[in-house]
């Protein structure tokens, strides 16, 4: 089972997972453009790790809650039900509790049913 970490940004952002694919650099910085709101830079790397055949949880989940961010909740659903598509992994958050992908996945479904509200990322 692989593990990716996962940290908190208030109460209204959750940060999940820190990427362990095979370009975790490139997964750490989306992680930090995601939190300093240049989510198009964020964008664009995480679209370019899922070109290139990414299917890391951590991925898909920060590009759902990027596109969910932006108003586009069709493309983050999309998204979500992939990472429940696949098999399940743990992040461990920076609380050092531990959340399935998952489970993450379906709270991020649950959000975008709910007006204003903000999506959870993985980093």
Request: aromatic content about 2%; charged content about 20%; proline content about 2%.
């Amino acid at each position: 089972m692989r593990i990716g970490t996962v940290a908190l940004l208030g109460s209204a952002l959750a940060v999940m997972g820190i990427a362990s694919s095979a370009n975790a650099q490139d997964a750490q910085y989306a992680h930090a453009a995601i939190t300093a709101g240049n989510l198009s830079s964020a964008e664009r790397t995480l679209e370019r790790e899922t070109r290139a055949g990414s299917r890391e949880p951590e991925v898909l989940l920060n590009l759902a809650a990027v596109y969910a961010m932006t108003q586009r909740p069709t493309e983050a659903r999309d998204l979500y039900q992939r990472v429940l598509e696949t098999r399940d992994a743990s992040l461990v958050m920076s609380s050092s509790q531990v959340a399935s992908s998952h489970d993450v996945a379906r709270r991020g479904l649950r959000l975008l049913e709910q007006p204003g509200a903000l999506q959870i990322t993985a980093r």
